[in-house]
C-alpha cells in the first residue's frame, strides 16, 4: 500500500480571497437563522450566491460560522448538484442531458454552444460572462432539450437557436 507524501495545507487549488463585504454579508445571514442545526444547505445556498461558487474558503468559512467541519460542508456541497466549487459565468448555461433530452438534440445544442462560446463543458468564457455545464434531469421531458441561461429557461432548444439566445444576453449587457 502506497502512502500519501502530501501536506496537509497543501491546497487542492489556487488559493482565493474572499471579498470581505460578502464574507461579513454571510457572517449577519447566518448570525440571524433561527438554529444552526438543520440549516447547512441555507447557508451554503446564501454563501453561494454571495461568492457565486464555493471554493474551498468558502467553505471553511461556512464550516466555522455554522460550528461544523469542513467534511461535513463539503459532504453537502458535493452531493448537491446545484452547488459548485468551480466559478460560474455571469450567465451560467446548463444544459439537460437527461435521456428525452439527448434523444431530441442535446448533444447538438451542447456543441453549438461550445462552439460559439470557445469553451467546453465547465469553463468560463474569458470576459466572464458564461460558462457551460450539463444536468442529468430536469424533469421537464416532454420539453426537451431544456437548458437554462441564468434564471431564464429555454425548451425545446435547436442548435440553430444558439445563436439567438446568445444574442439576447448580448442586448441584455447594453
Same mark, same amino acid.
Not at 11 to 29: D, Y
Not at 73 to 97: A, D, E, N, Q, T
Given at each position: 500500500? !502506497?502512502s500519501c507524501h502530501c501536506s496537509e495545507s497543501a491546497p487542492l487549488s489556487p488559493r482565493i480571497h ?33 461568492? %457565486? ?13 455554522? %460550528? @461544523? ?28 442531458? %437527461? @435521456?428525452?433530452?439527448f434523444v431530441q438534440g442535446a448533444e447538438k445544442v451542447i456543441d453549438s454552444f461550445k462552439a460559439e462560446?470557445?469553451? *467546453? ?13 450539463v444536468l442529468r434531469c430536469v424533469g421537464a421531458c416532454a420539453l426537451a432539450p431544456v437548458l437554462t441561461?441564468? *434564471?431564464? @429557461?429555454?425548451?425545446?432548444? @435547436?442548435?440553430? !437557436? ?13
Amino acid at each position: 500500500m !502506497q502512502s500519501c507524501h502530501c501536506s496537509e495545507s497543501a491546497p487542492l487549488s489556487p488559493r482565493i480571497h474572499l471579498p470581505e463585504a460578502e464574507t461579513r454579508e454571510l457572517e449577519r445571514f447566518i448570525a440571524n437563522l433561527p438554529a444552526k442545526d438543520g440549516h447547512l444547505v441555507t447557508a451554503l445556498h446564501k454563501a453561494q450566491s454571495l461568492y %457565486g461558487y464555493l471554493p474551498v474558503e468558502a467553505q471553511k468559512t461556512v464550516a466555522r460560522l455554522m %460550528g @461544523t467541519s469542513l467534511s461535513q460542508v463539503y459532504g453537502v456541497v458535493s452531493f448537491y448538484s446545484y452547488f459548485s466549487m468551480l466559478p460560474k459565468g455571469r450567465y451560467p448555461i446548463s444544459i439537460c442531458k %437527461g @435521456t428525452a433530452c439527448f434523444v431530441q438534440g442535446a448533444e447538438k445544442v451542447i456543441d453549438s454552444f461550445k462552439a460559439e462560446l470557445g469553451v *467546453e463543458i465547465g469553463e468560463v468564457t474569458a470576459d466572464g460572462r458564461f460558462s457551460i455545464d450539463v444536468l442529468r434531469c430536469v424533469g421537464a421531458c416532454a420539453l426537451a432539450p431544456v437548458l437554462t441561461v441564468g *434564471e431564464k @429557461t429555454y425548451t425545446a432548444v @435547436t442548435a440553430d !437557436q444558439v445563436k439567438e439566445i446568445l444574442a439576447h444576453f448580448d442586448a441584455e449587457q447594453e
